[in-house]
């Protein structure tokens, strides 16, 4: 015998057929307040399939349509997940080990299916890791079409001057596998023995920062990753981590052309 569905029934299954309401959708991903969407949408900032929407109670289905706020696009997936971890030394920017040596599963274990990390920091370097279960953030992210800026904080053996600093930036220099520059560079603090910089580069190869300063003849101490792209460390203690929230996932998704 068919189902005799009841009124309240029925409306929620037209709500489910008709989709969800724009403004709804909206504070869903971290917009603000329901108002506040509101407005987004009648300031004509909201494109669906690549129309100018500024209808309120428009309804969409975000699993089949394109919904872009000021050129962004929204990505909303409630089983996405992405986190970010501050690694300390001596920790392996990989998930298992067949040596034992700790990893990042070790901070957060087994609690996300499928997570994994997006970059590594080499085992004696500490600080920013970004991890997701996002396959298609993680590919933008990690891709050097999109040249994801870092930010390091590096303590240096030696008295570098800000002429050093500033030819790293202008001219580079060259390693074994090519020409690098620093996008920025700055001390922070310098001593007869050592100097605090701060170094910003878009980089992803293997220990680059090590390798640039080993080049001009100041080993790096210690180096602490402190941003990637829009996302900062912050006060995050050492082998701990959080999650992004929606509007840090959407700042990242739009840095690197999402």
Not at 183 to 204: E, N, P, W
């Amino acid at each position: 015998m068919p189902h005799a569905y009841s009124r309240a029934e029925k409306a929620h299954q037209e709500n489910y057929d008709e989709g969800i309401r724009l403004q709804k959708l909206l504070a869903q991903a971290g917009f603000g307040s329901r108002r506040k969407c509101e407005e987004i949408i009648t300031e004509g900032r909201v494109e669906v399939d690549g129309e100018l929407v500024t209808e309120l109670g428009t309804r969409v289905d975000p699993s089949s349509q394109e919904i872009r706020v000021d050129g962004s696009r929204i990505r909303l997936n409630n089983k996405h997940i992405t986190l970010a971890l501050n690694k300390p030394k001596k920790v392996l920017s990989t998930m298992d080990d067949p040596k034992g040596r700790y990893t990042l599963r070790d901070i957060v274990g087994d609690k996300y299916e499928r997570i994994f990390h997006m970059g590594r920091l080499d085992y004696e370097t500490e600080g920013l890791i970004l991890m997701t279960n996002d396959g298609e953030l993680s590919q933008h992210v990690m891709h050097p079409r999109y040249e994801v800026k870092k930010t390091y904080i590096a303590t240096l053996d030696g008295r570098i001057s800000g002429n050093i600093c500033r030819r790293l930036v202008t001219q580079g220099v060259n390693l074994d596998d090519g020409l690098i520059r620093l996008d920025h560079c700055a001390i922070i603090d310098s001593s007869r023995d050592q100097t605090i910089v701060k170094v910003v580069l878009h980089s992803g190869k293997n220990r680059i920062v090590r390798r640039i300063f080993g080049a001009v003849g100041f080993p790096v101490r210690r180096l602490v990753r402190t941003q990637i792209g829009p996302i900062k460390l912050g006060d995050l203690k050492p082998g701990s981590y959080r999650v992004l929230s929606q509007t840090e996932v959407r700042s990242l998704a739009k840095e690197v052309g999402l």
